[in-house]
């Protein structure tokens, strides 16, 4: 069965540069959600997205930025950097936003930040 | 402020037996529990999950009690495999919004053979 795919998976980039993360969700799916997960931490909600609006937003930075398409992918944008970013990001995918939808999880990007 | 607790960071069980998970919760307003499992270098795996309005939920070697007035899950692995090894996160949802989850610390179980 096709998965979430996210890209690239692994990405090192220096502090003050921009970085964008990109993610596919399982087809049909319209719910997409981004989550970072810092050094021994539980992963933390960024963003979600329906239907290409955002529908709800959790400690994601000013600096980050976030869309869905039209076929339903999604790019996090992170720009100026910093050491505190380096982390692994997941993003999820559920077919709906009701709260009877598991969400499914993507291999994730490991940013690196030097 | 943690939400979502899993106090035992890790969990050594033998092959065969049961293994144990738990996790507490504060929120009240959560509605809907998920158990994922992690393998290194790969993303949470959605294993089972349990509304609310149930205290039990089965599915094969899996079962997740929820105690509502305690804010208490449990997942149970009987019998535990070797492959059961990895970090397993509970998480929550409050269905409000695009429900959007909160996880636990994770709690990493190693199955002995």
């Known amino acids: 069965a096709a998965g979430v795919i996210q890209s690239p998976r692994h990405l090192i980039k220096e502090k003050r540069e921009t970085a964008t993360l990109k993610c596919y969700p399982i087809?049909?799916?319209?719910?997409v959600y981004w989550y970072q997960q810092g050094p021994g931490q539980d992963p933390q909600f960024l963003i979600s997205?329906?239907?290409?609006?955002?529908?709800d937003k959790g400690s994601i930075p000013d600096r980050f930025s976030a869309q869905q398409f039209s076929d339903y992918h999604s790019e996090l944008n992170m720009s100026s950097l910093e050491l505190g970013d380096s982390a692994l990001y997941f993003c999820?995918?559920?077919?709906?936003?009701?709260?009877?939808?598991?969400?499914?999880f993507g291999p994730g990007t490991r940013l690196t930040v030097t | 402020d943690q939400q979502v607790k899993q106090n035992s960071p890790s969990l050594s069980v033998q092959e065969g037996r049961i293994s144990i998970l738990n996790c507490d919760y504060t929120?009240?307003?959560?509605?809907?529990f998920l158990w994922y499992k992690k393998y290194p270098a790969e993303g949470p795996t959605f294993l089972i999950s349990?509304?609310?309005?149930?205290d039990k939920n089965e599915d094969g070697r899996f079962t997740v009690f929820l105690n509502k007035s305690a804010k208490h899950l449990s997942l149970h692995i009987v019998p535990s495999q070797p492959g059961d090894s990895a970090v397993y996160f509970c998480?929550?949802?409050?269905?409000?919004?695009?429900?959007?989850?909160?996880f636990g610390q994770g709690t990493r179980l190693t199955i002995n053979p």
């Open positions: 999820a995918s559920s077919p709906g936003t009701s709260t009877r939808y598991e969400q499914y």
């Open positions: 087809p049909r799916h319209d719910t």
């Open positions: 997205f329906y239907e290409k609006m955002q529908s």
């Open positions: 929120n009240s307003m959560f509605d809907y």
């Open positions: 349990i509304s609310s309005i149930k």
């Open positions: 998480a929550a949802s409050d269905g409000v919004g695009a429900q959007k989850l909160v």
